[in-house]
């Protein structure tokens, strides 16, 4: 009967939370009606803000039983003048109806009339079995389908839609149609009896289709036979009132329900035996007149309202000895109906099943369940055993969702940091690259003017005489043009881009070695430590000692007054490590970005080159390993001095 238009469904959960059977379920972030379960109580109509649920039309069929040649029988519910608020006098509205082609228009409240006889006798003759009654459909389903044990006490007295349906065929021949236009969606689904069930918003796109207007209608009364205190029905209450039980029946001996809460719970409480009634009357909504079928825009007293002042200028009106005649003839008339159990309850699952579910959703002690109402059911364990049922997701719990959103928050915000990391590194390489082919440019255009220089001034050396004045100067050429090759080879060596020549090597050897290559002074101290347990790596080992014989020379550089340098050997099973810790005068913090970055040297001129960190770099890089410095330049925070730590993965270029 109801069905969710998807595209304008937003997943508030407003319509499960309003579902009295939890007949909708949750499925890819999609409100999807089970029609099995549905009760066609319309509440998730009513309260879905973006008109996604929407229910059968049956404009066309009636359109077509309109115009099929046979008489034509409307049945008109009583809450009418809660819907037609515009027309002063309800024989304008009975009008436009014949208007659109009905033989007869007839008022359902004269089948409430015998309906409430009905009730009447059946709480009056003493019978001690409870009842529920059985007018509205929505209820009836849901007896049927949640309560099916309770199907015998339904009293088995036809709708007031259907004793109408009835009266009217006995009236006015077996051969017509009977069209019910009501509040009502549930009734669409109610019976056979009828040919057809439109609601009053129905009715008004009928009128607008077929473009009946009130002005130029002729105003008519309802065919009979005319209704009585019926027309009070479909209040809270109405059978009731209308069948005068409250002044035969003590109070207590009916209960009255209304709205989804209220009729959950008086069944439930029915069920328990909690309550001691001889009738339990249940409206699915807060009076018939808040029916799904209405135009949406309604206030409740002020329809229930216009109902009364109808129903009191109709009785002032009433030819009662008419009705009572009418009553009679139709005394004799089959009031009943038979309901089956149609069992659609779910089996529930055992407990421990809904444990794990609750834990699945972060759930795992009686404060973690908050019961908050957000997914939509009434208790976390509700949300849970939908869940296992199928019916439900996870997503659906708001502090589960708002946790998942926090840790994923927390995710991104590493993964951003990373990204950060990788880009610099990225940008770094991108301009060690490019420096690179300079370099590599500039160092070969200058080799071999270079070589010349460095022959000649030595051949000239050669021939110039020991004492000669000019042998000063020629050995400053032959000394500054030795400077410049190995400022060129360095260009060379920092641009190659030689393949690395892994081979297994004992990295500890390869320290050792690299100590020993390079002229410590007296009041540098070198240590080393060794706390790797395989000393095995594949590394290129001429490429490595050049990295560590560098990094043992820069530190040895930032100690001129002397110090102490620890070089730690360290790993695991995947990689080696090397730092080198000096307590020399530490890097500027403004330094430390620019530190692989070619020809960067804080050395005076002469000195240093900038080139041994880019080439270390480099090395390092080629190795698929890692370089990391810390650096302390500031006495006040602790000691001063620089750790570089290298590591390289243990596999080789894999
Ligand atoms: P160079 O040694 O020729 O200056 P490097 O590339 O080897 O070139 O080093 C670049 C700069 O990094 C150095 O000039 C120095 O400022 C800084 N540096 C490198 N290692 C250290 C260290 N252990 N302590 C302090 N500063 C260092
Ligand atoms: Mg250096």
Known sequence: MVFTVKDRCRVCYTCLRECPVKAIKIINGQAEVIHERCIGCGNCIKVCSQDAKVYLKGIDE?????GGGKKIIACIAPSFPAEFAEFEDHKILVGMIRELGFDYVTEVAFGADLVAKEYRDLLSNGNESPSISSDCPA???????????????????ASPMVVMTRVVKEKYGNDCYVIFIGPCIAKKAETNEVDEVLTFRELRKMFEIRNILPSNIIPTEFDPPLAGKGAIFPMSGGLLSTSELHTDLFEGDILIAEGRINIRDAVKEFEEGLVNTRHLELLCCEGCYMGAGMSPEGRKFSRRNRISNYVSKKLQALDVEEHKKNIELYTNLDLRTSFIPRDRRIIKPLEPDIEIVLQTMGKYSAKDLLNC???GYDTCEDHAVAIFQGLAENEMCLPYTIEKLHNYIGELNISNEKLATAQQAL??????????????????????????????SNILMDEVPAEHPMRTDLQLIVDQADRCKKIVAGLL????????????????TIIEHSISSVVVPDN????????????????????????????????IDAMPYGGVLKILIDGDENEVSFSFSDTGTGINPEDMGKLFTPFFTTKGIGKGTGLGLPIIYGIVKMHKGNINVISNIDPVKGKTGTTFTIS???IGNI
């Open 62 to 66: 009636a359109f077509v039983l309109l």
């Open 139 to 157: 209820i009836v389903y849901y007896i049927e389908h949640y309560y099916p044990e309770f199907v015998p006490y339904l009293a088995g007295i």
């Open 373 to 375: 109402g957000a997914c």
């Open 427 to 456: 940008q770094q390489s991108e301009k060690l690259a490019s420096m690179g082919q300079l370099s590599a440019g500039i160092a070969h255009e200058l080799n071999n003017p270079l070589g010349v220089i460095t022959m000649y």
């Open 493 to 508: 060596n920092f641009a190659r881009k030689n393949q690395v020549n892994f081979c297994d090597v004992n990295v500890c």
């Open 524 to 555: 540098i101290n070198i240590s080393l430590e060794v706390s790797i347990s395989d000393p095995d790596a594949r590394i290129d080992s001429d490429q490595m000692t050049q990295v560590f014989t560098n990094l043992i020379k820069n530190a």
């Open 648 to 650: 390289i993965p243990r």
